[in-house]
């Protein structure tokens, strides 16, 4: 299964946009881009997935390239509670998700 | 509806001592899986079962660890004889159908602590 690259830590000021790149260039077609996030010591929560179009939904919106090499997360207008660590997934044939070290995104008021 | 619940939330217990930690899946979810993440580590896939059958338990890191489903509600994960290193906080997932779309859903996870 492809592996994903995020970087270790962002920033994002309370109210703005928050985007969380992905990079998984070696991704086979088959294969679907999930995010999760870790809130403190909460579990991995849900947020979005996605093949080769772009998805919204209530919480997020994941734009993945046309070549489907690289995908982004975006939060619209990130909260102080949007702070966690985001986890970029991606599943192929084997049931079970693989956790990479995910981006840890400070929200900042 | 009742989302992934876990118990106990906390345990510490000595090493050599067993632990049995219960989850919980939503109602109507055939797929359940253990996850765990080790002091330092990232979150590690541990089994999966579909209804009462493991249908993936390549990663128990040994046989020490012990996981069951019976009748294919809840499940039990049990360590026996505890080690240090299995500290960690233990979480389990649940799924409706399994596959590649199919979402899991965790719960809070349950934090282990081995003295």
């Known amino acids: 299964d492809a592996k994903t690259t995020q970087p270790p830590s962002m920033d994002c000021a309370e109210g703005r946009a928050a985007n969380l790149p992905c990079n998984h260039s070696?991704?086979?077609?088959?294969?679907?881009v999930y995010w999760y996030r870790q809130i403190h010591s909460q579990g991995p929560q849900y947020i979005i997935h996605?093949?080769?179009n772009n998805e919204t939904n209530e919480m997020a919106s994941l734009i993945i390239t046309e070549d489907r090499k690289s995908s982004t997360l975006i939060l619209p207008h990130a909260t102080l509670r949007d702070t966690a660590v985001y986890y970029c997934?991606?599943?192929?044939?084997?049931?079970?998700?693989?956790f990479g070290k995910g981006t840890k995104l400070s929200v900042k008021p | 509806e009742a989302g992934v619940t876990q118990f106990p939330s906390h345990s510490v217990i000595e090493k050599g001592q067993t632990v049995t930690l219960r989850c919980d899946p939503i109602?109507?979810?055939?797929?359940l899986y253990w996850y765990r993440r080790v002091m330092g580590k990232e979150i590690k896939f541990l089994l999966h079962?579909?209804?009462?059958?493991?249908?993936?338990e390549s990663g128990m890191p040994n046989n020490r660890f012990l996981a069951e489903r019976t009748g294919g509600t809840y499940s039990t994960l049990k360590v026996q004889p505890a080690e240090l290193e299995d500290s960690g906080v233990y979480f389990c997932?649940?799924?409706?159908?399994?596959?590649?779309?199919?979402?899991?859903?965790f719960g809070p996870g349950t934090r282990l602590t081995v003295l």
């Open positions: 997932a649940s799924s409706q159908r399994g596959g590649l779309t199919d979402t899991q859903y």
């Open positions: 070696t991704i086979s077609g088959n294969e679907y």
């Open positions: 996605g093949l080769k």
């Open positions: 997934i991606v599943r192929g044939s084997q049931g079970n998700l693989i």
């Open positions: 109602s109507g979810h055939d797929n």
């Open positions: 079962f579909v209804k009462e059958s493991k249908q993936d």
